[in-house]
T-cell receptor, first 112, second 111 residues
Framework: DTGVSQDPRHKITKRGQNVTFRCDPISEHNRLYWYRQTLGQGPEFLTY????????KSRLLSDRFSAERPKGSFSTLEIQRTEQGDSAMYLCASSFETYEQYFGPGTRLTVT | SQQGEEDPQALSIQEGENATMNCSYK?????LQWYRQNSGRGLVHLIL?????REKHSGRLRVTLDTSKKSSSLLITASRAADTASYFC???????????FGKGNQVVVIP
């Protein structure tokens, strides 16, 4: 068990550019979650998958955001036409069914 | 929007003392969970309490839940410097593990 990994750990981009983050869950976990966390706040739910099916998307997830989990393994979160308000820590977590979630170290996005 | 609201927001205590933090929420829940976050280990699950439970213990942690008041408390006994972290409560309204986190309590334990 190597834990949840995320790549990259840091990303600096210019406003208007597209960015993509990757999350590799714990291998036997069938559920994968994406959260966003800004300074001084708790994580905010964005979306989650059970296997390859995306079961729910938060209203926070605008049309510029898309997430995929092909083959029910790793997941990607893409943000198109980034805005300064997208600057945050993007956290990925995984779980087996509805048991406890294990979080990755996060990807810190800075939009300049 | 944040479901939970922890209180107090920041707490500074001496090593060996107990630390108590509270969380209130607005809607009915299936369960409530507490997480710890520090720079070294990221966000880590501490304990889960179900809506039909009133109190739960895990090591030095004690969690209570009052569904009539829509509130929970986390007690850390005999605190250690390593307990320095931010603590978040998170509610699961439907038992599907879709969590709504509060804003967090920052706890500093002074050696």
């Amino acid at each position: 068990d190597t834990g949840v990994s995320q790549d990259p750990r840091h990303k600096i981009t210019k406003r208007g550019q597209n960015v993509t983050f990757r999350c590799d869950p714990i291998s036997e976990h069938n559920r994968l979650y994406w959260y966003r966390q800004t300074l001084g706040q708790g994580p905010e739910f964005l979306t989650y998958f059970q296997n390859e099916a995306q079961l729910e998307k938060s209203r926070l997830l605008s049309d510029r955001f898309s997430a995929e989990r092909p083959k029910g393994s790793f997941s990607t979160l893409e943000i198109q036409r980034t805005e300064q308000g997208d600057s945050a820590m993007y956290l990925c977590a995984s779980s087996f069914e509805t048991y406890e979630q294990y979080f990755g170290p996060g990807t810190r996005l800075t939009v300049t | 929007s944040q479901q939970g609201e922890e209180d107090p927001q920041a707490l500074s205590i001496q090593e060996g003392e107990n630390a108590t933090m509270n969380c209130s929420y607005k809607t009915s829940i299936n369960n409530l969970q507490w997480y710890r976050q520090n720079s070294g280990r990221g966000l880590v699950h501490l304990i889960l309490i179900r809506s039909n439970e009133r109190e739960k213990h895990s090591g030095r942690l004690r969690v209570t839940l009052d569904t009539s008041k829509k509130s929970s408390s986390l007690l850390i006994t005999a605190s250690r410097a390593a307990d320095t972290a931010s603590y978040f409560c998170a509610t699961d309204a439907y038992g599907n593990n879709r969590l709504a986190f509060g804003k967090g309590n920052q706890v500093v334990v002074i050696p």
